[in-house]
């Protein structure tokens, strides 16, 4: 079985997958590489969750800073990356009928210490986000290292069923409606691209 077809069955069948052969070397080196440019100039900010929390509360929940791709800071690696998510995004349409019409992507650090605790991806605002997709860019990651993504059942979220360590050019893909998830405090700094297939409404 290819890498593609395991990861499909891996969705199939438990609304996660988890692989480290899909992304090649290259392309993730490169990108953490555009990443840490993006950090150095600069372009980092602190993620933002619902209005109602004070900024203390609000960095306890979600610690990462982040910076979003767009066409202005896409460098070659961004669009190699993109391409890349294209052909992924196209392939899973064509195997569930997904209707995956869009995307979304933003490069993420966590400073040690922090993480972000257990939340679905999809909420009221936007139900357009249906699957969720994290690449990790660190160079190394020890078992010591903390910053494991634990993923909790969709039937309840009490029960851990997988908790991954962000290694290099390890790619996570899971359902955003209904896999709640957490970030583990890191102890060092913790680099990722994150981002979303959409499906969003097409006018007529
Ligand atoms: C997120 C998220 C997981 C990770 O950004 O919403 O849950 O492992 N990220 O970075
Ligand atoms: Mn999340």
């Known amino acids: 079985m290819d ?13 996660w997958a988890v692989s480290d052969t ?9 990108l953490y590489h555009a990443c840490r440019q993006e950090w150095d100039a600069g372009h980092f900010r602190e993620a933002r969750i619902g209005r109602q929390h004070s900024d ?9 800073s982040i910076c979003w791709m767009t066409p202005e800071n896409a460098g070659m690696e961004a669009d190699d990356f993109l391409a890349w ?14 209707g995956l019409n869009s995307a979304e992507f933003h490069f993420a650090r966590y400073s040690e210490g922090r993480g972000y605790k ?10 357009q986000r249906r699957l969720s997709l994290v690449l ?31 290694k290099p050019g390890r790619l996570v893909v899971f359902r955003s409606d209904i896999i709640p998830h957490e970030v583990l405090p890191c102890v060092q700094p913790r680099w990722s691209l994150t981002g979303w297939f959409r499906s969003d409404h097409v006018p007529d």
């Open 85 to 98: 998510a294209d052909t992924l995004r196209q392939d899973l349409n064509r195997e569930f009928y997904a």
């Open 3 to 15: 890498d593609r077809e395991a990861l499909f069955d891996s969705l199939a069948a438990h609304h």
């Open 22 to 30: 899909l992304v090649p070397s290259p392309l993730y080196e490169s």
């Open 118 to 127: 257990k939340h679905l991806d999809q909420h009221h605002q936007n139900t």
């Open 136 to 166: 990790y860019l660190n160079r190394q990651w020890n078992d010591t290292d903390g910053g494991e993504l634990c993923l909790y059942s969709p039937d309840n979220d009490a029960a851990e069923i997988l908790r991954i360590l962000p």
């Open 56 to 64: 203390s509360l609000r960095i306890e929940i979600r610690g990462d």
